[in-house]
């Protein structure tokens, strides 16, 4: 599929449309990210936030460290973006 932009690092270009590493989700990866294992940030998003660091299984750490390689994000970003999430949950949750 030409033409379309990667979910991962969100160049246009060619991509595929595989399912996720981390979870039951199909994106559109370029093949530099397929090849590192790069997952979107929504889906590492996801992932850091349903299960917390403390009970992600070090394989997909692995796939966390890549993606945030290929977004140019540190861990500590990751880290906000997680936070942000939950405020967002928690503020529908109480309404």
């Known amino acids: 599929m030409a033409g379309t932009i990667c979910d991962v690092c969100r160049t246009e270009g060619e991509v595929q449309v595989l399912a996720s590493r981390l979870g039951a989700a199909s994106f559109a990866y370029c093949t ?19 299960l917390g660091w403390e009970n992600i299984h070090p394989w997909s750490e692995t796939v966390i460290e890549a ?17 942000e999430t939950d405020k967002q949950y928690r503020a529908e949750f109480e309404r």
Not at 69 to 80: A, F, I, K, N, V
């Open 67 to 83: 993606s945030l390689e290929r977004m140019g994000m540190t861990r500590e970003q990751l880290d906000e973006a997680v936070s």
């Open 32 to 50: 530099t990210c397929f090849q590192v294992g790069a997952e979107p940030l929504g889906a590492v998003v996801a992932t850091v936030w349903t």
